[in-house]
């Protein structure tokens, strides 16, 4: 019945038109180099706070969905992925375009897109709930080492070094103290502010981190003109003999997507990769890779967008965001009044089957975009940086202030997307940064109640087998590739002497 | 590279001892909680330090990472662009408070597009007109959100 009302609600003309929106955006920025999905996802976010009911959630998955795939475009054509998602692409979707091929290397993108989207769909549809029912036993000791454990393993694959991803996710954490605290109600870090009383609001924080900075880093760059693309693109849709012949790269690697996209801390980048290496590695002619082949370009795109879906998994039955773009979605969700988590599927029913029907319908429009207005998409790569900039900065500023009607959200954005710039020039990486500011109240709220039930133990967190084994996972993600290098190097050194 | 690791954990120690110097001064536990409001900035303070400490320890002993390897060229083209636009920026926010949304935005937009190269005051005019008349249709008319109007127009 549930399913039923929500696909009502879904395909009613208004929602699919806001859906169509979200997707038209994702692509479109996805497709524009210096723009990332994340970027868009942030500065979507305030314009769909302004909608009522799931118009929002609707657009946002349109937008999610949309970026991943637009940022193959531009890898196919101008060899710049527009996203790092597509970087994979471009192994064998340039020199596709190279070999008079760009159509039928657009239209295998699109497709396997399309079908990467909708399998992690299903995979969703199917998984989630079950999940949700073994998360119910879940209680705030679970909650906290389920936080740890996320923000663990964000922290750990996102950067170059683990210290240094460690001590963006505290930057995170301690940004979130700022405010009331949430159990005594006490003022804390506010420096006697009515703007901060009420904590640092977390939109003005994502588009500073995602957006402005990257509109600093495209003046640094300058660039002003970009690569024009020269290929005249026609028939897209692929011949029913290519579907045949890619069909079972398009189902590993979507299965690939979908499970790498489940793991909180991966993301797309890392399973288009793992996707293309399996395809070569099960290919007959393996050598063939990189010189145009069709399987190439299907891997990466089917497995990125499959993310898309598997990421969705830990985010509403646990809360527990998959990568960054899922970390805004879930900044979102909770900006909705949406508390992701097992309850989600017993409280809000609706709410949480219109995200996943509106998945499937985001990914239809995806595809339906991708084959009908590809030549539009192809074009966008072509707007020079000195235009696309100043756009960025609108956008930023208006996102920003759409949200409380504050000309502080501005300044405090203008200020993070400046130190996102710095920190990111010294490699500190901002996923964990932000993810520490979601997870932040969660794991205080939880550590709270958790010590509240314990009287002040904090054993509780080691005899509860659930919290034991997520923190040992957690403790182990951070300092197991620390001791191995430390090991190896000392075995270098050892052998070099 | 050296050198910044070393600041930037320099700077963050200082931090969070002026956190925990904070949150000692409020954390006398509220009866009935287990835990006061201080104890998490705290907890948190500790584990900055800790790992501040550790970053300059890496630091001095990795001799992968060399001293000299600048990750900020101070002196390059595209940082002095960036001094340029935070000066812009600076004007842009000055401008927002006195003069409201549009005009600060006006001066934004255009003064970007010329630090980036484009030099027809035509095209420079258009597109700030074609982003303003965008944002005024979809915010101001479609969504009805009310623009800053600046001290001066208020």
């Known amino acids: ?497 | 590279m050296k050198k910044y690791n070393y600041g930037i954990s320099a700077l963050l120690i200082l931090i969070s001892l002026l956190i925990i110097n904070n949150s000692l001064t409020m954390n006398a536990a509220v009866s009935g909680t287990a835990m006061g409001p201080g104890v998490w900035p705290i907890i948190l303070s500790a584990i900055m330090i800790l790992l501040s400490a550790v970053q300059i320890l890496q630091t001095a002993f990795n001799k992968k990472e060399p001293g000299h390897a600048e990750p900020i060229e101070f002196k390059s083209p595209g940082m002095k662009r960036i001094y340029i636009a935070a000066g812009l920026i600076a004007v842009f926010c000055a401008l927002l408070r006195l003069f409201g949304f549009y005009l600060s935005m006006v001066f934004l937009l255009s003064t970007v597009m010329y630090l980036l190269g484009e030099r027809n005051k035509v095209k420079i005019a258009a597109i700030t007109a074609g982003i303003l008349a965008f944002i005024f249709v979809v915010f101001v008319l479609l969504l009805d959100l009310k623009m800053p109007a600046g001290m001066l127009f208020k």
């Open chain 1, 1 to 497: 019945m549930t399913l039923l009302e929500v696909i009502g609600v879904v395909f009613q003309p208004a929602h699919l038109f806001i859906t169509f929106c979200g997707a038209f955006v994702g692509v479109f920025v996805g497709a524009m180099p210096g723009l990332s999905s994340i970027m868009g996802l942030s500065l979507m976010l305030p314009l769909t706070l302004r909608f009522d009911g799931s118009a929002g959630l609707l657009m946002l998955l349109g937008v999610f969905c949309g970026a991943i795939y637009g940022g193959s475009i531009t890898a196919i054509l101008i060899r710049t992925p527009g996203t790092a998602n597509s970087a994979a692409t471009i192994l064998d979707g340039y020199p596709l375009t190279e070999q008079g091929k760009a159509a039928q290397a657009l239209g295998v993108s699109t497709l396997a897109s399309t079908f990467g989207g909708l399998f992690s769909a299903v995979m969703l549809l199917w998984t989630a709930p079950l999940l949700s029912k073994v998360a119910l036993s879940f209680t705030s000791p679970e909650y906290f080492s389920l936080a740890v454990f996320g923000l663990s393993m964000v922290t750990s694959l996102s950067s170059k070094n683990v210290t240094k991803g460690l001590i963006s996710a505290l930057i995170g954490l301690m940004l979130a103290t700022v405010g009331m605290d949430a159990l005594t109600g006490a003022k804390r870090f506010t420096f006697s502010s009515t703007y901060l009383l009420g904590g640092i609001a977390m939109v003005p924080v994502l588009i500073g981190l995602y957006a402005f900075s990257q509109g600093l880093v495209n003046i640094e760059k300058e660039d002003a003109q970009s690569t024009r693309t020269s290929e005249k693109i026609r028939r897209t849709f692929p011949r029913w003999s290519v579907i045949k012949r890619i069909f079972p790269t398009l189902l590993r690697s979507s299965l690939i997507g979908t499970l790498i996209g489940a793991i909180p801390g991966t993301g797309g980048d890392i399973a288009s990769w793992l996707a293309y290496n399996e395809t070569k590695r099960w290919d007959k002619h393996p050598e063939e890779f990189g010189t145009g082949r069709l399987e190439g370009v299907a891997a990466p795109e089917a497995a990125n967008n499959a993310v898309s879906g598997g990421a969705l998994i830990p985010l509403l039955t646990l809360g527990i965001p998959g990568d960054a773009g899922t970390a805004v979605m879930l900044g979102a969700l909770m900006m909705q009044g949406i508390v992701p988590g097992p309850l989600l599927f017993t409280n809000e029913k609706v709410k949480v089957y219109t995200i996943i029907v509106g998945l499937f319908v985001a990914n239809a429009f995806m595809g339906l975009l991708g084959f009908c207005g590809i030549r539009l998409f192809s074009k966008v790569g072509d707007v020079p940086n000195k235009y696309l900039t100043p756009i960025v900065f609108a956008f930023c500023v208006v996102g920003t202030y759409a949200l409380n009607n504050s000309v502080g959200d501005i300044f405090l954005m203008i200020l993070i997307g400046f130190l996102a710039f710095l920190l990111s020039k010294l490699d500190y990486p901002m996923p964990p940064l932000i993810l520490g500011l979601i997870l932040g109240g969660t794991l205080e709220k939880n550590m709270q109640r958790s010590l509240l039930v314990s009287n002040g133990s904090f054993s509780i967190f080691v005899t509860r087998p659930i919290s034991l084994l997520l923190l040992i996972v957690a403790f182990s993600s951070v300092f197991l590739p620390m001791i191995i290098s430390a090991v190896k190097t000392r075995v270098l050194s050892k052998k070099s002497s």
